[in-house]
C-alpha cells in the first residue's frame, strides 16, 4: 500500500500534504510512503527531513502520480507544463485525497470519473463530531481568522490595546467581526489578544454564547426566519431580512476601526453585508479585511486578491491566506487528510466502504461514477448554461 505527497505546482500554494513528523507514523503503520522531490520546500519540511521519517523521494512526478495508491494533495489536480494533466498521471483505481472544489468546478468530477479514480474532495467533509479531526475547512478557515486580524493590524494607522503612557492615553481599536463561524471566532480571539475592544455578528443566533465567551459583544439582529441550515452551516436570507441586517449593523460598521467580514454560504456566492455607502460613512484610515474576497466577498468595493483605498477606507481582499502559514497550515491539513485515509485502509490494504457516513458524504468519484448529487448537479446545471 503506497501513500504519495505530490508536489504543489500551484504558484502561489507553499502547503504540502504531509509532513515529516506525520509521515513517520505512517511509515511505522507499514505503508510506504512517497514523496515528490521539494514537495515541503516551500512549507519548509526538506527531502531530507522526509527520508529520516522512512519516506523515499521521488524526483519524478509522472512514476510518483502512477504508482500511488493513495494520493494526497493540497489543492485540485491542474495541467501541468508539458501539457499533460495531473489526473492523467493517476492509475485507474487508485484514490486522490485533496480539496478539489468540485462545486465550484464540477468539470474536475468528470475528469476524475474518466480515469476512474476515486477521488474524496476535503471541502465534502461532512461537519460532524467524529469527523472533526478531517475538517480541513475548518483548520484552514482557523488559520485565515488569525492572519485577517494581523492583516489588519498592520494596515491600520493605530494601535490595537489601550496604553496608558506619559505622553497620554490611547483608547483601545474598535474591531467588528461580520460573520462568526470558524474564521470570524478564531478572529475575535486573535483581536481580544491584540486588546482591541470586538463586537461581532452572525445570522446564526446560536453563535451569541461563543462569541461572548471569547470576551466579544455580540451584535443581534432578531430575524423572522430560519437562518441555520443542515450542518450548522447559514442558509441564504431573504432581500427584507438583508435590509434589516444592515439597518442594524450600519451603525457598528460606522464606529469601528477594524471590519473583519468572513460571512458565507455554502454552495452560492457570499452575502453582501458593508455595501458602498456603509464603507464611504466609515473613519478615515479604516480597514476593512474581506474574507469572503475569494467567492465575490463580504463588501461591495473588495477587489479579490488587491488592497484598495476608497473614501479613505482600507479593503483589503486577501486571498488563499492559509497559504501564507505553510508550516501550520501543512500540519494541520496533514493530520486531516490523514485521518480520512485511515478509513480507507484495512489491514494495510485499500478498502472503499461506503457504508462509512464519511467517505460517502467526502467521494465525488468512484469507478468512473460521479457519486455526489450536487456536484452532477453543478454539472448538468454547467451544460445548460
Ligand atoms: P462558513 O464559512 O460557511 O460561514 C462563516 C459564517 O458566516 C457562518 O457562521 C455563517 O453563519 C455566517 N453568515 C452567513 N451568511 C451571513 C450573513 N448574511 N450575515 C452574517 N453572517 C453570515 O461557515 P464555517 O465557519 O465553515 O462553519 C459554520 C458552522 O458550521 C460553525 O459555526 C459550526 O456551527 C458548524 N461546524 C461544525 C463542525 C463540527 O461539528 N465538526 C465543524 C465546523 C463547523
Redesign the pocket.
Known amino acids: 500500500m503506497r501513500i504519495a505527497v505530490a508536489k504543489e505546482i500551484e504558484v502561489w500554494e507553499r502547503r504540502v500534504a504531509l509532513i515529516p513528523d506525520i509521515a513517520a507514523r505512517l511509515v511505522k503503520q507499514g505503508l510506504e510512503v512517497w514523496v515528490e522531490k521539494g514537495a515541503g520546500e516551500r512549507a519548509f519540511f526538506l527531502d531530507s527531513a522526509y527520508e529520516a521519517a522512512g519516506a523515499k523521494i521521488i524526483s519524478d512526478p509522472a512514476t510518483l502520480w502512477g504508482e500511488a495508491d493513495i494520493l494526497l494533495k493540497v489543492s485540485p489536480p491542474q495541467e501541468r507544463e508539458d501539457g499533460r494533466h495531473e489526473i492523467d498521471l493517476l492509475q485507474a483505481g487508485s484514490v486522490l485525497v485533496s480539496f478539489l472544489n468540485p462545486l465550484g468546478n464540477p468539470v474536475i468530477a468528470e475528469q476524475l470519473a474518466n480515469r476512474q479514480v476515486t477521488a474524496l474532495s476535503m471541502e465534502l467533509i461532512?461537519?460532524?463530531?467524529r469527523?472533526?479531526s478531517m475538517?480541513a475547512?475548518?483548520s484552514q478557515?482557523s488559520l485565515a481568522g488569525y492572519k485577517a486580524v494581523l492583516i489588519a493590524a498592520a494596515a491600520l494607522p493605530k494601535y490595537f490595546p489601550m496604553l496608558t503612557t506619559a505622553a497620554g492615553t490611547i483608547a483601545p481599536a474598535k474591531v467588528f467581526i461580520?460573520?462568526?463561524?470558524?474564521?470570524?471566532?478564531q478572529a475575535i480571539a486573535t483581536a481580544r489578544r491584540l486588546g482591541a475592544v470586538v463586537e461581532a455578528?452572525?445570522?446564526?443566533p446560536?453563535?451569541k454564547e461563543?462569541v461572548q465567551s471569547l470576551g466579544a459583544k455580540f451584535v443581534e439582529v432578531k430575524l423572522e426566519e430560519e437562518?441555520?441550515a443542515a450542518?450548522?452551516?447559514?442558509?441564504?436570507?431573504s432581500e427584507s431580512s438583508?435590509q434589516r441586517?444592515q439597518e442594524v449593523v450600519t451603525e457598528h460598521v460606522k464606529n469601528a476601526d477594524v471590519v473583519i467580514t468572513?460571512?458565507?454560504?455554502?454552495g452560492k456566492k457570499?452575502?453582501i453585508?458593508v455595501t458602498e455607502e456603509m464603507v464611504a460613512q466609515m473613519k478615515p484610515g479604516s480597514v476593512i479585511v474581506d474574507l469572503a474576497a475569494e467567492q465575490g466577498g463580504?463588501c461591495a468595493c473588495t477587489d479579490p486578491g488587491k488592497d484598495i483605498v476608497w473614501h479613505g477606507v482600507t479593503i483589503i481582499g486577501p486571498i488563499n491566506l492559509p497559504t501564507s502559514m505553510p508550516v501550520h497550515a501543512s500540519q494541520l491539513y496533514a493530520k486531516n487528510v490523514t485521518s480520512l485515509i485511515q478509513l480507507l485502509i484495512k489491514d494495510k490494504e485499500l478498502q472503499v466502504n461506503f457504508d462509512d457516513d464519511i467517505v460517502s458524504a467526502a467521494c465525488v468519484t468512484h469507478a468512473g461514477e460521479i457519486r455526489n448529487q450536487r456536484v452532477q448537479d453543478a454539472l448538468q446545471a454547467l451544460a445548460i448554461r
Open positions: 461532512p461537519r460532524t463530531t469527523a472533526q475538517d475547512l475548518s478557515a461580520m460573520g462568526a463561524g470558524v474564521a470570524g471566532l455578528f452572525d445570522i446564526r446560536a453563535v461563543e437562518t441555520t450542518g450548522g452551516y447559514a442558509k441564504e436570507i438583508k441586517t468572513t460571512a458565507q454560504v455554502p457570499a452575502p453585508l463580504n
